[in-house]
Nanobody, 114 residues
Framework: QVQLVESGGGLVQPGGSLRLSCAASGSIFSIYEMGWYRQAAGKQRELVARITRSGSTNYADSVKGRFTISRDNVRALSLQMNSLKPEDTAVYYC?????????WGQGTQVTVSS
């Protein structure tokens, strides 16, 4: 059974920073992409950032220059979020893709508010 566990969410003031982490356990083979998605209230889930096995990264335009995705090891992923804005408020989900499966974490809430 594959399990992804996110941590690091919380309440932060505009302009502040948070670091999200995701740890994977279970039998996962041939991971080719890991990423972070988010879903704000009343909106669809959207891509925030992703990183491939080769290290290539891709960011949503709204977070470029503020967020940095990194792969800490083969089963751990981080998202450094700086200069946070109220519009970054959402539930953030960790995602791992293999050639035959897609895995999601349970999500962690990020709230940016003064």
């Amino acid at each position: 059974q594959v399990q992804l566990v996110e941590s690091g969410g919380g309440l932060v003031q505009p302009g502040g920073s948070l670091r999200l982490s995701c740890a994977a356990s279970g039998s996962i083979f041939s991971i080719y992409e890991m990423g972070w998605y988010r879903q704000a209230a009343g909106k669809q889930r959207e891509l925030v950032a992703r990183i491939t096995r080769s290290g290539s990264t891709n960011y949503a335009d709204s977070v470029k220059g503020r967020f940095t995705i990194s792969r800490d090891n083969v089963r751990a992923l981080s998202l450094q979020m700086n200069s946070l804005k109220p519009e970054d408020t959402a539930v953030y989900y960790c995602n791992i893709n293999t050639p035959s499966s897609v895995h999601w974490g349970q999500g962690t809430q990020v709230t940016v508010s003064s």
